[in-house]
């Protein structure tokens, strides 16, 4: 009998583009008017680098506040969210790697023209991760609680149809 721990992994990591990720952020470091129309199609759990994710999340907090974002501005965000707040803060988490991160944005893209490009390319590969997991789940459960064929493909699909009506809905 298999054992209830039983998990499938994969022999290649998951999609996901690096570059993408820290060009997508040093395009609305560069240019924050394209946080808005990038909002609408990336959201910080689409990010695989987590750190990518928490930068992201940043920057979508300051800009529901108002206040203007550039690296600098970023940073002293971080330091102020850092010391008002008992949680910790992604800044407390890894100070010394969100620092490089700030400036290694800017350098992953020269300019903010092709913006859409990487939020899409961010999206797809977060898309792509999910349904990953969800045939991972599937061959799981029919190892470990004995489903039959059809019982887990009757389930794989109706999860993929609902995660495609999350989708629909934009969330």
């Known amino acids: 009998m298999i054992s209830k721990d039983f998990k499938v992994t994969l022999s290649q990591p998951f999609p996901f583009s690096e570059d993408n990720e820290d060009a997508l952020i040093g395009a609305v470091l560069i240019d924050p008017s394209v946080l808005p129309g990038a909002r609408l199609i ?78 899409e390319i961010v999206r797809r590969d977060s898309i792509a991760r999910t349904c990953i997991r969800m045939y991972l789940r599937a061959i799981e459960l029919l190892v470990t609680n004995g489903l039959d064929i059809q019982e887990m493909l009757d389930k794989t699909i109706e999860a993929l149809r609902k995660y495609q009506e999350e989708l629909s809905d934009g969330n």
């Open 42 to 119: 990336v959201e910080p759990k689409d990010f695989y680098v987590s750190i990518n994710g928490q930068v992201w999340l940043t920057l979508c907090k300051m800009s529901d506040q108002g206040l203007d974002i550039d690296v600098v501005t970023v940073d002293a965000f971080l330091d102020e969210n850092s010391r008002q707040h008992a949680a910790p803060s992604p800044r407390d988490v890894a100070k010394n790697e969100i620092d490089a991160r700030l400036f290694r944005y800017t350098g992953a893209c020269p300019t903010a023209l092709n913006w859409e490009t990487y939020a």
